[in-house]
């Protein structure tokens, strides 16, 4: 009984039997070799077990494996020359051919990341709490993202970009290459999921859109703290002051508070 999950195993079922379809028929219809990125999931161990658990067995070779048919690092001399974490795997990809992996998730974690910074100041008793993007638990994250989506990002005019950027110029880069590594597009030398601004510099970067709901919600709190309605949040607060800041707040943003606190203030002068 191997512990890799549900969604792995079919995950790995669906590349074999996608796989076998498409060579079906051919000269390598025995011999085609399975590749992934490096999924984290992919490469765990009970995953690769799970993988040794399917045998495709030629003549020559009765005891093969799905796992030895996958691309990866093997054998002493090539595994010496990485780390550990990716030993019997693979380093990673270049993901040019990828638009979600190249720039598109980028753009949708940056997107969320906006509505969760405009939506801060939404408690969870407000009338629009509903509103509120939080990425506080993964339930929170995925309903961020999922709505970051429905509000436009990334947005159509990305996706475009991205998608025929991989058929007008990359393919055509890897054909000039034979088939061998090209250099990264946006000219950095490591990637970390976002786009380099220098490699757009004759172009101006489109700005991600956010929810519109909490950009209106963001702009009318911003409007009630100039015209003297208070702060509503509070950022970095010692558990100790919580309930007496929360309080002081709350008095601050009624209309009634502000009332005694001018009446106080005229006693004063009065004195």
């Known amino acids: 009984m191997f512990a890799a999950t549900r969604s792995t195993k079919d995950l790995m079922n669906h590349v074999i039997a996608e796989g076998n379809r498409v060579y079906s028929n051919t000269r390598r219809e025995h011999t085609w070799l399975i590749y992934h990125d490096h999924l984290k999931i992919w490469w765990e161990k009970e995953s690769q077990e799970y993988l040794k658990s399917l045998p495709c067995p030629i003549e020559g070779n009765p005891s093969r494996t799905w796992y030895d048919r996958q691309i990866r690092i093997s054998g002493n001399e090539n595994n010496s020359q990485v780390t550990k974490r990716y030993k019997n795997c693979l380093p990673g990809d270049s993901p040019e051919l990828m638009p979600l992996d190249n720039h598109l998730f980028a753009d949708l ?4 990341g906006k509505n969760v910074a405009l939506s801060y100041h939404i408690k969870d008793g407000d009338t629009d709490a509903a509103l509120k993007y939080s990425f506080a638990t993964p339930r929170k994250v995925y ?3 999922q709505r970051t989506i429905k509000a436009g990002c990334p947005s ?6 991205d998608i025929n950027r991989v058929f007008c110029n990359t393919l055509q880069r ?3 290459a034979k088939g061998t590594y090209i250099e990264d597009y946006s000219t950095k030398s490591v990637r970390h999921g976002v786009r380099a601004e ?10 991600l859109p956010v929810d519109d709901a909490v950009m209106d ?4 709190m911003v409007q009630r703290m100039k015209d003297g309605g208070g702060v509503s949040f509070a950022i970095d607060v010692k558990q100790e002051d919580e309930e007496t800041l929360a309080t002081t707040l709350e008095r601050r943003d ?3 508070g502000d009332g005694d606190r001018d009446e106080d203030e005229a006693e004063d002068e009065g004195e």
């Open 217 to 220: 919600l963001f702009n009318g």
């Open 143 to 145: 309903e961020s993202l």
């Open 156 to 161: 159509s005019n990305r996706i475009v970009e």
């Open 254 to 256: 009624n209309e009634e």
């Open 174 to 176: 890897i054909i000039d």
């Open 109 to 112: 974690q940056e997107g969320a």
């Open 198 to 207: 220098a490699a757009f510099r004759a172009k101006k970067r489109e700005t």
